[in-house]
């Protein structure tokens, strides 16, 4: 994965070298400006003043960059006016200012003086605020956070399902004492409901299929946070250029969800990319997807790729509502594709179709299909100088049939980033493998996780147990059995690069009947948006059905996750406990729990 970071910033760095050396396409004008300097401020780090007062100055990330602080000419007219309303947002209301103003510098001295404390806090109310209050006894006041908290209480309330709440937060200040008493009264008032479901601006598609959607249902206590994920939902149908949900009309404690929608109006979605891998390496992909394909939301995709180890075509289609029986709406979907992917000792060259019925709410998604596979399995000579095969690979031609079963219940609060719930996973397939003789064949694999936050430190637990289980032993292709490696089950290693586990350091090219795996995490902040990260990786992978007592390899590593609005970006490095010299870099967008 290291090989893939390099690319990236490779890449970066030849756009940056192609703009300074020839330029953007547009000038940058440049404004004139006068340096500053800020002295006398005591409570506030000058790059904080920096930047609420709009002024340009040197980041601790900007080591090239001169320490020299400007501020452009246009802002020194109010300059004092912003000093004003900054000192009075954070509670020193005497404070006192001189500017002196050059032909190239502004000098502004500062003099705090005494700021505004909090004397008393009075909350009273049927419904319990104390954890909102932010502020305490004795800390300076500050108007911005006393704000916050207002906004944040009627937030709360309203997730909570109370919408005819009364709300009266005072702050009396005394300048003459420098003291504030902050009052908070509350009323909560009748829980609040849901009311009828009203949908317009559709054209194209069916009104069952905005409302397989909705998750603030008529009669269910009202939330905001259903309100959002009903918007969630309905944007992932990939369908519509806007979706609005207006909540703000109420009857009596009911309030009618009116959603307007318009549909896309580009329905066509090309995709293409290069990079690396270190599982297939060089890589090159491409898709095309049209939604909204004759309407209904449906949607119709082709994706290809293609790199040195594996080729891939697939066609999908998905229709999210086929039938609906009572309010359970009920979608269909399918793929139909080739694959031809080289593992370690062995080649899998595959042709598949599925189809499925799929049945999905707030928190559930229950998936019930078929599938066909048509699996040519060719022994390589292609393992690392040293390896050497232990038993030879189970050559042939093998057709699949089976139907399958996949069940997910997600209570995280977060999909790319949670911080509190579980997770739980349930697939199972019971089918035929056509070899030289037809037989029957088990394949189950269970997941959980655990995720919970105490004040900033996030602590998560995953576990995944799996079996194969055949009526005929070595009746299915290599590649139908275990692999475990990267970033969902252990970091130290590649992508499916461990087999069957023979010692802590060792392990082979086939695949394993039995798979458990474990993994703990713990994320705390470090500056910002940067968040620190340890793991532990554990992992069995056992040649029989069943068997949980074999060996273990352990990985430990540190990582680090960069907050950004589509999610974390994550790079982790880990390594074999008893074996240092076996370690992985892997990066993701998005948490592994």
């Known amino acids: 994965m290291y090989k893939k970071i390099i690319f990236v910033l490779l890449l970066l760095w030849s756009t940056s070298l192609w703009a300074s050396l020839f330029g953007d396409d547009e000038k940058e004008i440049v404004l004139p400006t006068h340096i500053i300097h800020i002295q006398g401020e005591e409570y506030f780090d000058e790059s904080e003043m920096y930047d609420a007062l709009g002024v340009d100055h040197k980041s601790m990330f900007q080591f090239w960059k001169d320490d020299v602080s400007r501020i452009k000419d246009k802002l020194l007219p109010t300059l004092h006016a912003s000093l004003r309303s900054f000192y009075d947002s954070e509670g020193f209301y005497d404070a ?160 009618p969800v009116d959603i307007t ?73 399918g793929k139909l594709g080739y694959s031809n992917l080289e593992y370690d000792g062995f080649q899998e060259e595959k042709a598949f179709f599925r189809t499925y019925l799929e049945h999905e709410t707030k928190r559930t998604k229950l998936r019930v299909g078929l599938a066909l596979e048509n699996i040519i399995i060719t022994a390589l000579d292609n393992l690392d100088p040293g390896e050497e095969l232990g038993q030879a690979v189970n050559e042939g031609t093998f057709i699949l049939t089976y139907p399958y079963v996949d069940f997910t219940y997600d209570a995280r609060d977060s999909k790319l980033n949670p911080k509190y719930g579980y997770y739980f996973r349930l697939y199972s397939e019971v089918g035929l493998s ?34 194969v289980d055949e009526e005929t032993r070595q009746s299915l292709p290599e590649s139908k059995y275990f692999f475990a490696g990267g970033s969902f089950s252990n970091r130290a290693y590649g992508f499916r690069e461990l087999g069957v586990i023979i010692s802590p350091t060792e392990d082979t090219i086939y695949g394993a ?81």
């Open 513 to 593: 009947a039995t798979w458990a795996n474990l993994t703990l995490e713990a994320d705390y902040p470090i500056w910002g948006d940067v968040y620190g990260a340890v793991f532990t990786d554990n992992t069995m992978l056992t040649a029989d059905p069943y068997d949980f007592s074999g060996e273990i390899i352990t990985s430990a590593g540190v990582g680090v996750r960069y907050m950004t609005p589509i999610g974390p970006f994550k790079l982790d490095v880990g390594m074999n406990v008893q074996d240092t010299s076996q370690y992985g870099i892997s990066f993701q967008i998005g948490q592994s729990f």
């Open 434 to 467: 056509d070899d030289e003789e037809s037989s029957l064949y088990y394949k189950t694999l269970l997941e959980g996780r655990f995720i919970h936050t105490f004040g900033d430190l996030t602590l998560a637990a995953v576990g995944i147990a799996g079996v």
């Open 96 to 255: 006192e200012f001189t500017i002196k103003e050059t032909n190239t510098t502004v000098t502004v001295d500062i003099t705090e003086n005494e700021p505004v404390k909090v004397r008393d806090i009075n909350i009273s109310g049927d419904y319990n605020i104390s954890s909102l209050v932010l502020c305490e006894k004795n800390e300076i006041f500050q108007a911005k956070k006393f704000i916050s908290v207002k906004s944040k209480i009627a937030a709360q309330l309203l997730k909570d399902g109370y919408c005819s709440y009364e709300l009266d937060t005072k702050a009396y200040v005394d300048l003459d004492k420098h003291i504030v008493d902050l009052r908070y009264r509350v009323k909560k008032g009748g829980v609040c409901t849901f009311g009828k479901v009203t949908v317009s601006g559709l054209e194209t598609i069916d009104e069952d299929v905005v409302k397989s959607r909705v998750r603030a249902e008529e009669g269910e206590r009202f939330s905001t946070e259903l309100v959002k994920d009903t918007s969630d939902a309905l944007y992932g149908l990939q369908s519509f250029d806007s979706v609005l949900i207006g909540v703000d009309r109420k009857f009596y404690n009911v309030v």
């Open 261 to 333: 929608v318009k549909e896309m109006g580009k329905p066509y979605h090309f995709e293409a990319g290069a990079g690396f891998d270190t599982y297939v390496g060089a890589r090159v992909h491409s898709s095309i997807t049209k939604h909204n394909f004759l309407g209904d939301a449906q949607e119709l995709k082709l994706q290809l790729a293609w790199s040195q180890l594996e080729q891939l075509a697939i066609l999908s289609f998905y229709r999210p509502v086929l039938f609906s029986i009572s309010d359970y709406y009920v979608g269909i979907g």
